[in-house]
């Protein structure tokens, strides 16, 4: 069974400009979290999506936004991109269910320059 | 305030030693917990979880955690450490609001 995929692995963009990620979950799974992974602020949740209706959103500006789409694969777009976007981009499946574990993918590394 | 906390930041063990990893939370309920190892450049494994009911749960690798209440304690053990347990480990929370709380997490260096 595959994995969570996340694309791409690696991005470089520069301050001002938008960037979007892409995760494909598990298959069956209708749930799809999205972390960003600082040296300085660890780990932090960003937003919760299942049958394409954000659950739960976490602490950041409006600049990071996400949508799922009917297959259940995910994007999130971040605009006005600025340095301390600078992370890597974890997404995490499950089936979305009580007692259902988050499974991870490998992440995108974002830099900003 | 609710957190996770993992006390110690980092951890240097000799081969074929014996590890624990401390994790507390602070939370009103107990929440599910999880604990996950990340390698350089990876993302996050699962290693095991809680739920309920037996408090001494078995994950992988070789892994196990012990769940206390009275303490708000989730530790987690091996026996013997391998090289390639060099890692780092997150404790986790979830308090069934479709989100995972992080601890700092603690880097594990496994010593020849």
């Known amino acids: 069974k595959a994995g969570v995929t996340q694309t791409p692995r690696y991005l470089i963009k520069t301050r001002g400009q938008q960037v979007t990620l892409s995760c494909s979950p598990i298959?069956?799974?209708?749930?799809v979290s999205w972390y960003q992974q600082t040296p300085g602020q660890g780990l932090q949740f960003l937003f919760e999506?299942?049958?394409?209706?954000?659950?739960n959103k976490g602490n950041f500006p409006g600049r990071f936004s996400g949508r799922q789409f009917s297959n259940s694969r995910s994007e999130m777009n971040v605009s006005t991109l600025e340095l301390g976007d600078s992370a890597l981009y974890l997404c995490?499946?499950?089936?979305?269910?009580?007692?259902?574990?988050?499974?991870f993918g490998d992440g995108t590394r974002l830099s900003i320059l | 305030a609710q957190s996770v906390t993992q006390p110690d930041i980092h951890i240097t063990v000799s081969e074929g030693a014996s590890l624990e990893l401390r994790c507390n939370y602070s939370?009103?309920?107990?929440?599910?917990l999880f604990w996950y190892v990340q390698s350089p450049g990876q993302g996050l494994q699962l290693l095991l979880k809680?739920?309920?009911?037996?408090?001494l749960v078995q994950g992988i690798k070789g892994f196990e955690a012990e769940f206390k209440r009275s303490q708000s304690s989730f530790n987690l053990r091996k026996p013997s450490v391998h090289w390639s347990d060099a890692a780092e480990y997150f404790c986790?929370?979830?308090?069934?609001?479709?989100?995972?709380?992080f601890g700092a997490g603690t880097t594990v260096t496994v010593r020849a």
């Open positions: 995490a499946s499950s089936l979305g269910r009580d007692n259902q574990p988050q499974h």
């Open positions: 298959s069956g799974h209708r749930s």
């Open positions: 999506y299942f049958s394409e209706t954000q659950r």
């Open positions: 939370y009103g309920a107990t929440p599910y």
């Open positions: 809680y739920f309920s009911g037996d408090t």
């Open positions: 986790a929370v979830d308090l069934n609001d479709y989100k995972l709380s």
